[in-house]
């Protein structure tokens, strides 16, 4: 691949990204206005002719690491394993 079958790529990589964030605000905005209406009707749950809808709070439990590792730092070394990414960035 030559420098412009590279910039043709990234700028088809620029309008993909610029698309599925257009998309993102579009859903999120679908999502708000279901989650208001099942606010708005006092349920946690709708079930359609076609759907089933539920927003409902979920609890987890995780643990702190920045708290461990300062309270308790020999804990933190021995159960702390490194990871690594490769991290993909066009500017």
């Known amino acids: 691949m030559d420098d412009l079958q590279m910039d043709e790529k990234l700028t088809q990589l620029r309008r993909c ?10 859903k999120e905005a679908i999502e708000t206005e279901v989650q208001v209406e099942l606010e708005a009707r006092g349920v946690e749950e709708v ?3 076609h759907y089933k809808v ?3 709070t979920v609890t987890s439990v995780r643990l702190d690491t920045g708290a461990l590792k300062k309270e308790r730092p020999e804990i933190y ?3 702390a394993s490194p990871a690594s990414v490769k991290r993909f960035t066009v500017t």
């Open 47 to 49: 079930e359609t002719a």
């Open 17 to 26: 990204r610029h698309t599925m964030d257009t998309l993102k605000r579009e």
């Open 77 to 79: 070394a021995r159960y």
């Open 54 to 56: 539920a927003w409902k």
